[in-house]
């Protein structure tokens, strides 16, 4: 294979792997608290003895929207919305994950979970307890969760230090290495839901622009190896 088949190579392993990212923002652009993702393509320069440098493709980096979803009104007491930047706090078999999906309810033994039984943290890390039969919370803007005259905790919305990156695991959920902060404009409103920030038609648009640019790349790739059947043809002969 020439160079110029490499380059053609690796850059349509980068589009397959857009194409994946845009059917996963597509499939989920209707679940609660999901962040659309895209793909960063960059140059990937390879030396090369006694001949000039190849210049590839490199698309290894993924990249998460922060930007804020349609917030809807449900009413229920303990579905939550951040309003701005910062995200719930999930204490998971894995450790603290990140969420912006605050479809919450109470447990059996009275903490605020997810419906996947995460309990939901305060600013300090533990879990937020509403004492049995006792549902009708209240919940400020800060987080504030009470009962009447009886405060029962902060639910804490935190973001991670500036620049630190967000690893994205079973959709709504992120991990974080990097030290969390309180958000400082971040706010919660009590009976609301974020949506998904996916913008679907943007994302179909660029559906069919990687699918387009898919097809010229196998095209020359099809060149590519005519030409090199044709070669090795001649040298038999």
């Known amino acids: 294979m020439e160079n110029a088949g490499y380059v053609t190579l690796t850059r349509q392993s980068g589009l397959m792997r857009e194409m994946e990212i845009i059917a996963h923002n597509i499939a989920n652009a209707a679940t609660t608290g999901y962040r659309?993702?895209?793909?960063?393509f960059?140059?990937?320069?390879?030396?090369?003895?006694?001949?000039e440098s190849l210049s590839m493709a490199a698309a290894r980096i993924k990249?998460?929207?922060?930007?804020?979803?349609?917030?809807?009104?449900?009413?229920?007491?303990?579905?939550?919305?951040?309003?701005?930047?910062?995200?719930?706090?999930?204490?998971?078999?894995?450790?603290?994950?990140?969420?912006?999906?605050?479809?919450?309810?109470v447990d059996a033994t009275g903490d605020i979970v997810t419906s996947d039984g995460y309990r939901v943290l305060d600013a300090g890390g533990a879990p937020i307890n509403v004492p049995q039969g006792q549902?009708?919370?209240q919940v400020a803007a800060d987080g504030t969760v009470s009962l009447g005259?009886?405060?029962?905790?902060?639910?804490?919305v935190v973001e991670p230090e500036a620049g630190a990156d967000l690893e994205r695991e079973a959709g709504v959920l992120f991990k974080t290495d990097a030290t969390l902060e309180l958000s400082e404009d971040g706010q919660?409103?009590?009976?609301?839901?974020?949506?998904?920030?996916?913008?679907?038609?943007?994302?179909?648009?660029?559906?069919?622009?990687?699918?387009r640019a898919y097809e010229i790349g196998q095209k020359l790739l099809d060149?590519?190896?005519?030409?090199?059947?044709?070669?090795?043809?001649?040298?038999?002969?």
């Open 36 to 40: 659309q993702q895209g793909l960063v």
């Open 42 to 51: 960059s140059e990937f320069v390879k030396a090369i003895d006694g001949n």
């Open 63 to 105: 990249k998460t929207s922060q930007s804020q979803g349609t917030l809807t009104q449900t009413g229920n007491t303990l579905d939550l919305a951040i309003e701005g930047q910062g995200f719930f706090q999930l204490e998971t078999p894995n450790g603290v994950r990140l969420t912006r999906a605050g479809a919450f309810n």
């Open 135 to 137: 549902s009708d919370v």
């Open 149 to 156: 005259e009886r405060l029962l905790g902060q639910i804490g």
């Open 188 to 211: 919660v409103l009590q009976g609301h839901l974020e949506g998904s920030n996916v913008d679907a038609i943007s994302q179909l648009t660029r559906m069919i622009e990687v699918q």
């Open 223 to 237: 060149i590519d190896h005519e030409q090199t059947r044709n070669a090795l043809q001649t040298l038999i002969k």
